[in-house]
């Protein structure tokens, strides 16, 4: 089983509509993160959290918001979808201590007509 | 401003043909430098961290090493299934946590 685990896989929705993807973790790490990856632009970081109180908005939080319901579960949701949020969105934890590497689940491809 | 250049943004290479990946930063108090391996529709896959300039680690075919300025992921006698997307991130004092990405390479390697 993967340590990093995101659901749905594959998702089509319309616009307006609202949507969440969910991640669970079985590494026991603290440190959570959400990014979007977009062609020619790299990962970009949506939120992240460093404990279940501790949540922390990216570079590009605007129109997402997010849910941090145990140490092993971080929910991404947007709450009325548009167009541009089309895109592959991914989750990723890492240890507290600093300097550690972050560890991907395989992703989320989220597609709003 | 961290900053993370990865070059070039494309790499062809016929089986054997070793070549180097490189990643220039430019970050306030260096505490990580990462490589990722990143195939297509998946999760990048931890490669490497490096933590000082001098550092090496080596993998099968790959090998990362760091300066003070840059890290070279170098790929010796390349295999098709090496093809991927090789991504670089720093994590420096000043990112609270966060990971600062480069736009990737990629690789492909013919047979």
């Keep these: 089983d993967a340590d990093v685990t995101q659901t749905p896989r594959n998702r089509i929705t319309k616009t307006g509509k609202r949507i969440m993807l969910e991640c669970s973790q079985t590494k026991g790490h603290d440190r959570m993160y959400w990014y979007r990856q977009d062609p020619g632009l790299g990962l970009r970081l949506i939120y992240y959290s460093f404990d279940v109180k501790d949540i922390n908005k990216g570079e590009i939080s605007d129109g997402y918001s997010v849910s941090r319901q145990a140490q092993a579960k971080f929910s991404l949701s947007l709450e009325s979808a548009i167009p541009n949020q089309t895109a592959l969105y991914f989750c990723a934890t890492s240890d507290s201590t600093g300097g550690k590497p972050q560890h991907f689940g395989d992703g989320t491809r989220l597609s709003i007509l | ?111």
């Design chain 2, 1 to 111: 401003e961290d900053q993370v250049t990865q070059s070039p943004e494309a790499l062809r290479l016929q089986e054997g043909e070793s070549s180097s990946l490189n990643c220039s930063y430019t970050v306030s108090g260096l505490r990580g430098l990462f490589w990722y391996r990143q195939d297509p529709g998946k999760g990048p896959e931890f490669l490497f961290t490096l933590y000082s300039a001098g550092e090496e680690k080596e993998k099968e075919r790959l090998k990362a090493t760091l300066t003070k300025k840059e890290s070279f992921l170098h790929i010796t006698a390349p295999k098709p299934e090496d093809s991927a997307t090789y991504l670089c991130a720093v994590y420096g004092s000043s990112n609270t946590g966060k990971l600062i990405f480069g736009q990737g390479t990629t690789l492909q390697v013919k047979p």
